[in-house]
Structure formats: C-alpha cells, structure tokens
C-alpha cells in the first residue's frame, strides 16, 4: 500500500493553502514529497534518465550502466524493506570497495534506512560495539571478512537479518543464518520504493576513526551531503566526463563522499579497487583515469614505486589529496611529476561530511602547504581557547567551521555533541593559522601538539624539516612522556627503499632548522609507520608503543 498516496482532500485540508505556517507547510512539502523532494534517493535515478547507458560503476570484470544501477537499488531498497527495514533503522556492511557495497548504500538511501559501513580493520570486540551502539537490525558480511566477525556473530543483540556478500572472493557462506547477497536482492522488483523522505533526514552513519579515542558515531543528513556534492564538484572541477578511481576504502566518508557519490550525481564513471600501489597505476592507465584522490601517504607510495613511470599517466587531470598533512616536499613532487594535473587539497573531517576547506590547483604553487579557504557551501575561522575569532594574521587558532555539511550530532553523546557545536560552529580539534589572504594553514591536531619544558612545539614544523632529506620515505614526530622535559619531542622515521638514515644526521639536520626546545630528543628508525586504511597515522599508537624509551 502507497505511504504517500495523492487522495482527495477534506475541506479542512483545502484550507491549509490559504495560510503560510509550519503546519500547512509541513503538510503540504509531505503531500507532494514525490513531486519537489531532494534527497540522495533521486540521485542516481536522475543520472539514469540522463545517462542510461553509460557505465556508472566497473569493479573488475564486473560493471553496471546507470540504469541497471538504479533498477538494482530500488531492488536492494525492496528487499531490505521486505526485511522489516523501515526509515532510520540501521544497516550495518562489513565489505571492501563492491559493487555490493554499493548498492547497499543506495538502497538504505532508497527507502530511509540509515547506512553505517564498518572499518574492516576492525576485529570481534570492535565491530560488536559498531553494530550494538548503532542498533544496527541488518549486518551484511563480505566473505573475504567473515573471519574479523565469526566468533562474535552471537555477541550482536540488536541484528535480525545476516546477509553474506560474496561480490569479492566468492566463497560460500559458511552457515544458514546468512541470506546470500544476489540471489536475496534479485528476488524483488526494480521498482522505486514510495516512501516519504525529506532532506533533513538522517541517511549515513559514520563511526570516527578512534585515532585519540573510542570512536563516535557521526549521524548525517541528506543535506549535509547534498551540500557536500555540489561543493565539491564545483571546488574540484568534477567533470561528467571524469572516469575516477575509487582505491581508498568507500566505507570512509572521504573517498566515499567527496569522490564516489559526487561522479554518481554528475554521471561520470567511477571504478572500484583495492588500494594497492601497483593496481592503482595500472587501473589509471588502462581505464585513462582523469581524477584520483588519495591521502599522503599513498601518495608518497605511488611516487616510491618502481612501476611509477613505466605507466601512461597523462590521462590525470585532477589529483587530490586530503585526511592528513601533506609534507611540502612531497607535494612539490607531485606537481613536477605529473605536470599535467592540476592538484587539490580537500580538508575535513568526519563531522563536516566531510570536507570543509579547499586549496584549488591555481594557489597550490602559491600557498604551498595551505589546506585553502572554505568551500563553496561552508564558513571558517579559528578560534582562541576563550572561543573568541582571532583576528591576527598567523596567530594559531582551533579550526571551526558552519554550514549545511555540518552533521546532526554523535549518536548517544550529548555532551561530545553540544562541546562540539558549541558557539553554533563545528569545532575540528584541529590548529591552524591564516595568512593575509585568509587562507587556512593546519599547523597540528590540538592532541599533536608537543608540550616540552613548557613550550609548546607543533609536530608537523619538525616533520617537514626532517623530509628535507630526502633520503625519508615518512617521519611521524610525536612526545613521549619525559622526567624533565615532560613531554619530549621524538621523531619516528622511515627510510626510503635502499637507503640508510643515522639518527645523528637527523638531529644535526634539525639542529640546522629548528630552535633548541623543539629539536629532537631522540629519533627511531623504522620499518613502517602505523596507519588506517585511509593513511591517517595513529600516532597515538606510537605514543604507546614508545612510552618507555626515556625511562
């Protein structure tokens, strides 16, 4: 039965159009939902008008057009309706970047559902908190991740339904409690669902990374994102014509939202992969990939491959880089290698759905390691610890911003939320300086920020010193807990392939660029710096990992 039927009206309703006030508006805008709605359930089957045939998604052999994009999510949509999913019920998919995955997406969005893609380097314990503090009512297992959830599948109290998607490796399922993926979606029509949805409801779900602490999960809303969109694809110059590459993983909001769902609303193509270094330089050859977005150090491991030249990579146009600080050096790399691209830098976070600042291409030369101005849909400024604007060109400042990116709260954390929003803007945590031309600089996280005999010393000021060698593949500096200094400054450094760095000739490289109280106490090299799968380094993992090296 139709949820939004067009039935005869009484004559009190007839009423409701001689009077302007919330009620008859709110009564009206429901009435004729179907006719001026703007919600991300439209999206593709807007592109699918406009473009039927075209390819919208490839992931390896498999693609779908545009078309059988939006017949197979209204498909999804039915089926998770059929389920007992209903308008801001959870859906929770553990999955790698598929066209599953996708369709899972756009069908929660389809009927009202709210989508949570769960970080698939999480494991038991962790992924049980995702799924029972969301509530989640349908879990969706990618095979190839079945053993990060087989032994805490009865741990989950709030799951209904178990579906198994097996989009990737192909395995079978292991047990009867899982529907399978295809054959339970292609069981229902390709009908679009009739369901009222408006654009301040809830779509996404988003848990943060836990790089400082338990994650939070971040509720958005078709507006946010809607906003989000049209930002990025005019701040980043997106194309229909554009063909991206989609190597991050889509169940984080950058690659997902900046990149994936924008090319979706404009019809371009997107191709789905895993992020390894040598695939990604083959996909962007054979496929003659016009845009690519990837955090720095990715970057940084395309630029280190022994395969970097020997592909066509003049096809890139546009190349993005964001979820962390971008080194200079690395960045002016990137510019004299791919000289035919134009690069861009996206600053954000989770919150702000997520990008809230941009640096175009024609300043990247200009404000070399600036992360821009705010873009198109958004405000900035910094703030001092008084939460008053600071006025004064490079003073340093907490990163706040406002506008319609902006989330509709942490689920279950009022306090977090209203800290958060306190003032009526969004607070980063993140400190940053602007220049003459209000341009934003990211100087630290405020957690980054070195405490060491009283002074304060900002980590990345060290770190991009110690990339002046470029004998460095990556450094992280971070403070470690210390007698005297209390906190004291410690640079962790990685080698490029085949060289050997001495700590010695870090420090005596430091001690050329830097004030005293903000050398290096002590430098570690390493193999490898850890990370989440979006590159984001968890120095707080280090932090932990290193506590004791001055006791």
């Given at each position: 039965?139709?949820?939004?039927?067009?039935?005869?009206?009484?004559?009190?309703?007839?009423?409701?159009?001689?009077?302007?006030?919330?009620?008859?508006?709110?009564?009206?805008m429901?009435?004729?939902?179907?006719?001026?709605?703007?919600?991300?359930?439209?999206?593709?089957?807007?592109?699918?008008?406009?473009y039927?045939?075209?390819?919208?998604?490839?992931?390896?052999?498999?693609?779908?057009?545009?078309?059988?994009?939006?017949a197979?999510?209204?498909?999804?949509?039915?089926?998770?309706?059929?389920?007992?999913?209903?308008?801001?019920?959870?859906?929770?998919?553990l999955?790698?970047?598929?066209?599953h995955?996708?369709?899972?997406?756009?069908?929660?969005c389809?009927?009202?559902?709210?989508?949570?893609?769960i970080n698939?380097?999480?494991?038991?314990?962790?992924?049980?908190?995702?799924?029972?503090?969301?509530?989640?009512?349908?879990?969706?297992?990618?095979?190839?991740?079945?053993?990060?959830?087989?032994?805490?599948?009865?741990?989950?109290?709030?799951?209904?339904?178990?579906?198994?998607?097996?989009?990737?490796?192909?395995?079978?399922?292991p047990?009867?409690?899982?529907k399978?993926?295809?054959?339970?979606?292609?069981?229902?029509?390709?009908?679009?669902?009739?369901?009222?949805?408006?654009?301040?409801?809830?779509?996404?779900?988003?848990?943060?990374?836990?790089?400082?602490?338990?994650?939070?999960?971040?509720?958005?809303?078709?507006?946010?994102?809607?906003?989000?969109?049209?930002?990025a694809?005019?701040?980043?110059?997106?194309?229909?014509?554009?063909?991206?590459?989609?190597a991050?993983?889509?169940?984080?909001?950058?690659?997902?939202?900046?990149?994936?769902?924008?090319?979706?609303?404009?019809?371009g193509?997107?191709?789905?992969?895993?992020?390894?270094?040598?695939?990604?330089?083959?996909?962007?050859?054979?496929?003659?990939?016009?845009?690519?977005?990837?955090?720095?150090?990715?970057?940084?491991?395309?630029l280190?491959?022994?395969?970097?030249?020997?592909?066509?990579?003049?096809?890139?146009?546009?190349?993005?880089?964001?979820?962390?600080?971008?080194?200079v050096e690395?960045?002016?790399?990137?510019?004299?290698?791919?000289?035919?691209?134009?690069?861009?830098?996206?600053?954000?976070?989770?919150?702000?759905?997520?990008?809230h600042?941009?640096?175009?291409?024609?300043?990247?030369?200009?404000?070399?390691?600036?992360?821009?101005?705010?873009?198109?849909?958004?405000e900035?400024?910094?703030?001092?610890?008084?939460?008053?604007?600071?006025?004064?060109?490079?003073?340093?400042?907490e990163?706040?911003?406002?506008?319609p990116h902006?989330?509709i709260?942490?689920f279950?954390?009022?306090?977090?939320?209203?800290?958060?929003?306190?003032?009526?803007?969004?607070?980063?945590?993140?400190?940053?300086?602007?220049?003459?031309d209000?341009?934003?600089?990211?100087?630290?996280?405020?957690?980054?920020?070195?405490?060491?005999?009283?002074?304060?010393?900002?980590?990345?000021?060290?770190?991009?010193?110690?990339?002046?060698?470029?004998r460095v593949?990556?450094v992280?500096?971070?403070g470690?807990?210390?007698?005297k200094w209390?906190?004291?400054?410690?640079?962790?450094?990685?080698?490029?392939?085949?060289?050997?760095?001495?700590?010695?000739?870090?420090?005596?490289?430091?001690?050329?660029?830097?004030?005293p109280?903000?050398?290096p106490?002590?430098?570690?090299?390493?193999?490898?710096?850890?990370?989440?799968?979006?590159?984001?380094i968890?120095?707080?993992n280090?932090?932990?990992?290193?506590?004791?090296?001055?006791?």
């Amino acid at each position: 039965m139709s949820k939004n039927p067009l039935k005869p009206m009484l004559a009190e309703d007839q009423l409701r159009y001689n009077t302007l006030n919330k009620e008859n508006v709110d009564f009206l805008m429901e009435r004729y939902n179907r006719v001026n709605r703007l919600v991300i359930a439209d999206m593709v089957r807007r592109s699918a008008y406009h473009y039927p045939d075209k390819k919208a998604v490839i992931f390896g052999e498999k693609s779908l057009t545009y078309a059988e994009l939006d017949a197979a999510a209204n498909q999804v949509a039915n089926a998770l309706t059929d389920l007992g999913v209903e308008k801001y019920d959870r859906v929770a998919i553990l999955a790698h970047n598929t066209i599953h995955h996708v369709l899972t997406w756009l069908g929660c969005c389809k009927i009202g559902a709210v989508y949570l893609a769960i970080n698939y380097l999480l494991k038991g314990k962790d992924v049980t908190y995702c799924i029972d503090h969301s509530e989640s009512k349908v879990f969706i297992v990618e095979d190839a991740l079945y053993g990060l959830v087989e032994d805490v599948l009865d741990d989950m109290g709030t799951v209904q339904s178990f579906i198994w998607s097996d989009d990737f490796a192909g395995q079978a399922p292991p047990n009867d409690r899982f529907k399978d993926f295809e054959t339970w979606y292609k069981a229902y029509p390709a009908t679009e669902p009739d369901v009222v949805l408006r654009i301040e409801d809830p779509c996404q779900m988003t848990y943060t990374s836990g790089t400082e602490s338990l994650p939070k999960g971040v509720i958005i809303s078709n507006q946010a994102l809607i906003a989000q969109y049209m930002g990025a694809i005019i701040d980043g110059r997106y194309s229909t014509d554009d063909v991206n590459v989609n190597a991050l993983p889509i169940y984080h909001c950058a690659q997902r939202d900046v990149f994936l769902n924008p090319l979706f609303w404009i019809g371009g193509t997107n191709i789905l992969m895993a992020p390894d270094i040598g695939q990604i330089l083959k996909t962007i050859d054979q496929y003659r990939a016009s845009m690519f977005f990837a955090p720095p150090t990715v970057w940084i491991g395309l630029l280190r491959h022994p395969d970097f030249d020997k592909y066509d990579l003049s096809c890139l146009k546009k190349c993005y880089y964001g979820a962390s600080i971008m080194p200079v050096e690395v960045l002016k790399e990137i510019m004299e290698r791919l000289p035919e691209a134009g690069v861009y830098n996206y600053y954000g976070q989770t919150e702000l759905a997520p990008y809230h600042t941009v640096l175009k291409a024609e300043d990247a030369m200009g404000k070399l390691g600036s992360a821009g101005m705010a873009g198109l849909n958004m405000e900035t400024r910094l703030e001092d610890e008084h939460g008053q604007p600071v006025t004064t060109t490079g003073d340093p400042g907490e990163i706040c911003g406002k506008g319609p990116h902006a989330m509709i709260m942490y689920f279950k954390e009022p306090g977090k939320t209203e800290e958060a929003m306190k003032g009526g803007w969004f607070h980063s945590g993140d400190i940053g300086i602007a220049d003459e031309d209000r341009y934003i600089s990211v100087v630290d996280r405020k957690k980054d920020m070195i405490k060491t005999g009283g002074e304060n010393v900002s980590t990345r000021e060290v770190e991009e010193v110690v990339y002046l060698d470029k004998r460095v593949e990556e450094v992280a500096v971070i403070g470690v807990e210390h007698a005297k200094w209390v906190e004291a400054v410690t640079a962790v450094v990685v080698p490029r392939a085949g060289e050997t760095i001495t700590e010695e000739e870090i420090i005596s490289l430091c001690r050329e660029h830097l004030a005293p109280f903000k050398m290096p106490k002590k430098v570690i090299i390493t193999d490898a710096l850890p990370k989440t799968p979006t590159g984001k380094i968890l120095k707080r993992n280090m932090r932990q990992a290193y506590k004791d090296i001055f006791k």
